[in-house]
């Protein structure tokens, strides 16, 4: 048996795999109910056979992995591989950034699998690029290789913002005075629903609202203008992000829409902005036109990047 776990900000996601590659088992923890991953971990393992104890273990982390020691950096949690892997006993411990393991998902995605938005057609062989907003924004690329793929993870969420009219650097301006700088996790995230919300309520003279998340996309969902332009505004800076990383790492393969808020909300996105947002970049449109994008809505999307890291094959 090995061990899968997918673990952001807000939930834990972890599943078995046994000897033939199938997903066993899967099931989600809320973080807010314990105090580190090695609790998480432990508690989903204990839960399990002893003749299921995992040999190997493959962990999609959302936060930047620079060494050893793993910071979370949305939520208070940190830990070491070494002391991980020794305190769950496992010969073999692989841990790639949440978005790295979306990336190496991707290839895998069928039709049923993803929702295109707009027109365009993937190059053969070409990079693919994946995106999505959540606790945070994650971003990572897949580049084609000799002898395969090759997942490029970085820190993309933390780019600075850009406006692309005068609504939106009110906006941003706004946002800098609360917060200083202002990346595009910093609006493109649940948190960032809000802190886009109370953007525009300074913006219209309504004071500073306290709302969180869930109620900016229930306000949207009822009708309520202003929360309806945020949701607007959160679409038209994920197009143009979305873009700007299409033209970075030349994803003309495709561009991916993961995380946990977009594939909700896959039906206001067609209706929205995202789209043209994409393809509006002056003399690179036909280039930008040319490279369709996806929502993924597959569920548990990361275990099938993790089942390859493992060497499992589809």
């Known amino acids: 048996m090995d061990l899968i776990a997918d673990i952001g900000a807000t939930n834990a996601r972890c599943a078995l795999i046994d000897d033939k590659g199938k997903v066993l088992s899967p099931k989600t923890f809320r973080n807010a109910d314990f105090n580190g991953i090695e609790e998480v971990l432990e508690g989903y393992v204990a839960q399990r056979r002893a003749t299921d104890h995992p040999k190997r273990a493959a962990l999609a982390i959302a936060a930047p992995i620079t060494g050893d020691r793993?910071?979370?950096?949305?939520?208070?949690?940190?830990?070491?591989?070494?002391?991980l892997k020794d305190r769950l006993k496992l010969g073999r411990l692989t841990v790639v950034n949440d978005f790295a393991a979306l990336a190496w998902a991707l290839p895998g995605l069928g039709p049923r699998d993803k929702t295109q938005i707009g027109e365009g057609e993937p190059a053969p062989r070409a990079a693919l690029a994946v995106l999505g907003p959540g606790s945070g924004l994650g971003v990572a690329s897949l580049m084609p290789s000799t002898d395969g793929w090759t997942v490029v993870a970085g820190e993309g969420g933390h780019v600075t913002l850009a406006a692309y009219n005068e609504e939106e650097e009110r906006v941003i301006e706004s946002v800098r005075s609360d917060h200083g700088h202002c990346s595009a996790e910093r609006v493109l995230s649940g948190p960032g629903l809000v802190v886009l919300y109370t953007a525009l309520a300074k913006i219209v003279g309504r004071g500073t609202p306290t709302v969180t998340p869930e109620d900016v996309s229930n306000l949207a969902r009822q009708g309520e203008p202003l929360a309806c332009r945020t949701r607007d505004m959160f679409f038209a800076?994920?197009?143009?992000v979305a873009s700007n990383l299409a033209l970075t790492v030349g994803a003309r393969g495709g561009v991916y829409i993961g995380g946990?808020?977009?594939?909700?909300?896959?039906?206001a996105l067609k209706k929205s902005a995202f789209r043209e947002r994409f393809v509006d970049k002056g003399r690179y449109r036909d280039?930008?036109?040319?490279?369709?994008?996806?929502?993924?809505t597959q569920q548990l999307p990361a275990f099938q990047g993790l089942r390859t890291l493992l060497g499992y094959r589809r």
């Open 70 to 83: 793993v910071e979370m950096p949305n939520i208070s949690w940190s830990f070491s591989q070494t002391q």
């Open 237 to 240: 800076f994920l197009g143009t």
């Open 260 to 267: 946990g808020i977009v594939p909700q909300l896959v039906d």
């Open 287 to 296: 280039y930008l036109a040319a490279i369709p994008t996806y929502v993924i």
